[in-house]
């Protein structure tokens, strides 16, 4: 497990949500250090997808306010939000079923891409130069998440667990200054996990990205978590590292119980 630095990559301060009369959350504050892999654990409803919808601009809270590296981010829109930085896997696979898997990490690069329609059609000087780049950067996601036996194949026909590393090199494919992972373990098998667990701390200790993830394996949140907060009914309940928060009583009744409390 990483040291993480205490400067704050992102700050949230008294965020509020709701839909009408359903309070989703309130009053939620935390921060992210750099490089540090922060979890959100709880209970399902209990808001933890919501957190993530609101820092990537899905969702506009009602009050409150979401800094990132110093810049308020809760008004803006989400390609806006993804330009500064932050990129995000979802619980259901968000990818181009069509697309082979090089071409779903080049759809990643679009952020980056600076030459018009024009110049791509005639594909020539800048535009050609600019190409190579951005497919050296893919390569060396491929090669980094181990994809290069999928490199090719159309993503609708690749195993349930490649198509989710698919989705995570997606993600770094933006060159994330954070990274939102939500629940990236989700009906993957035990190998499949062991594999997307080596992936993310590599993510974490070799890349040094910063991130934020929403997971139900508590085996996993335990190997991996530098720090974890736990969501209960849309409010904050718990905070700090894995091994004190699931001793924490609130914890224990609202999401662990008694027979799941954690020795670690």
């Known amino acids: 497990m990483s040291n993480f630095i205490t400067e704050k990559v992102l700050e949230i301060e008294g965020l509020h949500l709701r839909f009408g009369g359903?309070?989703?959350?309130?009053?939620?504050?935390?921060?992210?250090?750099?490089?540090?892999l922060l979890a959100i654990i709880g209970p399902n409803g209990a808001g933890k997808t919501s957190i993530l919808n609101c820092i990537n601009g899905f969702y506009r809270p009602q009050s409150g306010t979401i800094f990132f590296q110093g810049i308020p981010i809760h008004?803006?829109?989400?390609h806006d939000?993804?330009?500064?930085?932050?990129?995000?896997?979802?619980?259901?696979?968000?990818?181009?079923?069509?697309?082979?898997?090089?071409?779903?990490?080049?759809a990643a690069r679009h952020i980056h891409m600076k030459k018009g329609a024009l110049a791509d059609f005639f594909f020539f000087?800048?535009?050609?130069?600019?190409?190579?780049k951005h497919r050296e950067v893919v390569e060396e996601i491929i090669d980094f998440l181990e994809l290069a036996p999928e490199r090719k194949k159309v993503v609708g026909t690749i195993p349930y667990g490649v198509r989710k590393r698919v989705e995570l090199g997606r993600a770094l494919a933006m060159e994330p200054i954070l990274l939102l992972l939500d629940e990236p373990m989700a009906g993957m098998n035990l190998e499949e996990k062991e594999d997307m667990a080596r992936f993310i701390?590599?993510?974490s200790e070799l890349r040094r990205v910063p991130m934020i993830i929403v997971e139900h394996d508590m085996d996993l949140i335990m190997d991996i978590a530098d720090r974890v907060i736990v969501l209960d009914f849309g409010q904050k309940i718990a905070e700090g590292l894995f091994s004190e928060v699931v001793k924490d009583?609130?914890?224990?009744?609202?999401?662990?119980?008694?027979?799941?409390?954690?020795?670690?």
């Open 125 to 132: 000087g800048p535009a050609r130069h600019e190409e190579i």
């Open 249 to 264: 009583p609130r914890v224990v009744e609202a999401y662990l119980g008694e027979e799941e409390v954690f020795d670690g």
């Open 75 to 78: 008004l803006l829109k989400p």
């Open 81 to 106: 939000i993804a330009k500064l930085g932050i990129s995000r896997t979802f619980q259901n696979i968000e990818l181009y079923t069509g697309l082979n898997v090089m071409e779903n990490l080049m």
């Open 201 to 203: 701390l590599d993510v």
């Open 22 to 36: 359903l309070q989703v959350l309130k009053n939620v504050e935390f921060h992210i250090g750099n490089h540090e």
